[in-house]
C-alpha cells in the first residue's frame, strides 16, 4: 500500500501562487495515472488536474490556464503549481491515483485564499 504525504499549502492572498508536493512512498508510483483533488467546505471532493504515466494532463475547467501539474517519477513526488489563485480556490487538497481505487488518502494540505 502507498502512503500519501501532501505539502505546501498555506495562507496566500488573490493573484498569489504556490507549489504542492505530494511525495509518494511504499509501492508502485510511476505506472499510475496521478491527480490532485481538493475539497472545499460543505462540499464533495472534486479531480482539479490529472497526469498519466506517459505525462499527458488534463484540468478541470475552473483551473484550466491557472494550475500545472508535473510528476517526477524518480523522486516518487507529484506537484501542482497554483498560479495566480482565486478565493474560490480555498480548499484541502489531496492527491491520489485516478482510474483506479484510490490509495488511502493522505491527510492532505490547506489551501487559504484571502486578502
Known amino acids: 500500500q502507498v502512503q500519501l504525504v501532501e505539502s505546501g499549502g498555506g495562507l496566500v492572498q488573490p493573484g498569489g501562487s504556490l507549489r504542492l508536493s505530494c511525495v509518494a512512498s511504499?509501492?508502485?508510483?510511476?505506472?499510475?495515472?496521478m491527480g490532485w483533488y481538493r475539497q472545499a467546505p460543505g462540499k464533495q471532493r472534486e479531480l482539479v488536474a490529472s497526469?498519466?504515466?506517459?505525462?499527458?494532463?488534463t484540468y478541470a475547467d475552473s483551473v484550466k490556464g491557472r494550475f500545472t501539474i508535473p510528476r517526477d517519477n524518480a523522486k516518487k513526488t507529484l506537484y501542482l503549481q497554483m498560479n495566480p489563485l482565486k478565493p474560490e480556490d480555498t480548499a484541502v487538497y489531496y492527491c491520489?491515483?485516478?482510474?483506479?481505487?484510490?490509495?488511502?488518502w493522505g491527510q492532505g494540505t490547506q489551501v487559504t485564499v484571502s486578502s
Open positions: 491520489n491515483r485516478i482510474r483506479i481505487t484510490p490509495w488511502n
Open positions: 511504499g509501492g508502485m508510483y510511476s505506472i499510475y495515472s
Open positions: 497526469i498519466t504515466n506517459d505525462g499527458s494532463t
